[in-house]
Structures are given as C-alpha cells and as structure tokens.
C-alpha cells in the first residue's frame, strides 16, 4: 500500500512549502514540507519546490515503511493516509507508543480513529494547526468506512510497493 494523491495533498497542505530553514511549531529546524533537517544537512542557499518535492517523497516512503512495520491489521486506503500523515508529523516512535496504534492492532479501528484527537497539543497547548490536521485525518481515516473494510488490505499487503522479505531466506 502507499500514500494516495489525497494523503499526499494532505502533508503538502498541513505543511506548506517554504524555500527557506524555519522552525517547526516544536522549535526543529525545517525546510520544504516539513522537513527535519537533519545535522547532517545544510541549505543555506534555501530549496526549489523540485528538490523539496524530492525530499517530501523520501520522508513519504520512510513513514509508509513505519506503518508497514507497525501495524498488524488490515486498513483501507484512508486509514494508511490517515497513519502515514500522522507519522510523518509526529515521528514513527510516537506511532509505535501510542494507545491509538495498541487500540488499532487489536481491531479497535474506531478507538483508534478517537485517538488521533489526543495528538493536538505542542509546547503544552492546544495548537489550531495541529487540530486541523488531526481532524483532516479523522476525515481520511474514516471516509466510506462501511465500504471501505471490504477492501481493507492485510498487513502483509501493506507495503510501499516493494515485496516484504524473510530474513531467513536472504540468509541462505
């Protein structure tokens, strides 16, 4: 499974595009779509849209990867946009703690979907941006859910476009 056009839509909107390094609401250093940059980059001369386009798209594939790996249940398109939208703003290790990804793997698809209301907060407060987003991905997650679970992907359908592997195997 990837992000669809209308996950991607999602982060551009909820990010926004800015040629030059920024502070995020968190205080990290940013550049593009929301891009943490890391201390291993460096943009002084700020980005084009072209070359941020291309960051977006690898920050997009490490989160698909984290959902991938994280959850063991099957999901509609919506929720996987919903998942990776939530991972690529907060961060694969807040997915990996969090009551909503607990909630999600027992088959609790609807608390879980509650749980992303619990994510509105930065420096303690809450935040409109972050509680739009939240909603937005409610909207995602929840769009046609009857019709949907129909077409729910399993876990090991939900990959990035590349095959899972067994370690096993390559060991051979």
């Known amino acids: 499974m990837q992000l669809s056009a209308e996950g991607l839509d999602l982060i551009k909107k909820s990010e926004g595009f800015r040629d030059h390094v920024y502070r995020d609401v968190a205080g990290f250093p940013t550049i593009g ?47 996987f946009d919903a998942l990776v939208d939530f991972c690529f703003n907060l961060g694969a290790g807040r997915l990996a703690g969090s009551t909503m990804l ?14 992303l209301f619990a994510w509105d907060h930065a420096g303690g407060a809450v935040n409109a941006g972050l509680k739009a987003r939240r909603q937005a991905e409610f909207d995602l997650w929840t769009r046609d859910a009857e019709s949907n679970r129909a077409n729910a992907k399993p876990p090991a359908e939900i990959t990035t476009g590349r095959p899972k592997t067994n370690a096993a195997t390559n060991a051979a």
């Open 33 to 79: 779509y929301g891009h943490l940059i890391k201390p291993t980059e460096s943009f002084p001369e700020g980005i084009a849209e072209p070359q941020a386009a291309a960051i977006l798209a690898a920050d997009v594939q490490a989160a698909e990867q984290a959902v991938a790996r994280l959850v063991k249940v099957a999901l509609t398109q919506g929720q």
């Open 102 to 115: 607990r909630e999600l793997n027992v088959g609790h698809h609807d608390a879980a979907a509650q749980q």
